[in-house]
């Protein structure tokens, strides 16, 4: 288990960096203009490309763009926040990092910083790595969150075609009706759009106004609108798993590295 702030069992070999190499008093002022810049043949080389003389070589081919300026120059310096892409293609020198959080009441799921508290807020101490979250679970909503820097998990995520399924714990402010569960389950329509799900059940042991609900949307607002359309108030929505990882082990509020077991399963989706 991982605690914000402290993660020394982490279960992925991408340890916790530091990116502030303040300069010495004594350094000269130059230096620190170009204390977040890289050579850009580094760079590549970094993301795990090719070599660095190999870099050089596909730059001086005009195989890499820089903010979508190709670069031919040799020595061309980039920053960290610079989109460098290679054969078309975005690369990223961070080491590809997977966080997972089960989150709490009152954060909202945004990387930006005038809303709030946020979950970036609760993973801030996770890695260096400028991780992102996959998919949204509303400011009151609580469970768990992937977050990642990997572009190609990114997609997966969000392909409208396959997806990664996840598990949602929901409560309602009645009971559902039968007919209404057998609604959802077929494809509840909504005006011109059906609402699709991959699967609908009520929670076994619990009152018939808790259900379990699974959808490859990466959004909530699915949940939100299904339930809507049948004039059902939602109480709580919490995300229990996504493909498989649970909150075993993860208290609400903590955080965890993707081990390798996990993170190669859920590469294999």
């Known amino acids: 288990m991982n605690r914000r702030g402290n993660n020394k069992k ?29 050579r850009l043949n580094k760079y590549i080389a970094n993301s795990g490309i090719c070599s660095r003389r190999e870099a050089d070589e596909n730059i001086a081919l005009g195989l890499v763009s820089v903010n979508g300026k190709v670069i031919t120059e040799m020595g ?3 920053k960290l926040g610079d989109e460098v892409r ?31 508290k946020t979950v970036m807020d609760l993973v801030a101490n996770a890695t260096s790595a400028r991780i992102k979250p996959v998919g949204r679970l509303g400011r009151n909503s609580t469970g768990l969150i992937l977050f990642t820097n990997d572009d190609e998990m990114m997609q ?6 396959k997806g990664v399924e996840r598990l949602f714990h ?12 057998n609604k959802i389950k077929t494809g509840l329509k909504s005006g011109d759009r059906v ?18 609900l699974k959808i490859k949307n990466t959004g909530n607002s ?20 996504i493909a498989h990882l649970t909150k075993k082990d993860l208290p609400r509020g903590h955080w965890k590295h993707l081990t390798v077991q996990e993170l190669n399963t859920l590469k294999m989706l």
């Open 86 to 116: 290679y054969d078309g293609q975005r690369i990223n020198p961070e080491p590809k990092t997977y966080v997972l959080l089960n989150k709490p009441k009152g954060f909202a799921t945004t990387t930006s910083g005038d809303k709030g």
């Open 170 to 181: 929901i409560g309602l402010d009645k009971n559902l009706k039968a007919e209404d569960l």
């Open 10 to 38: 982490s279960g992925s070999s991408s340890q916790r960096r530091s990116f502030s190499n303040k300069p010495k008093p004594s350094q000269k002022s130059s230096k620190q203009t170009t204390s977040n810049e890289i």
């Open 156 to 161: 997966k995520f969000t392909n409208s075609n």
């Open 195 to 212: 609402l699709e799900v991959e699967d609908i059940s009520y929670v076994q042991g619990s009152p018939k106004s808790e259900v379990g």
């Open 76 to 78: 061309y310096k980039v």
């Open 222 to 241: 699915i949940i939100r609108n299904i339930f809507e359309a049948l004039n059902y108030d939602i109480i709580k929505i919490d995300c229990v798993a």
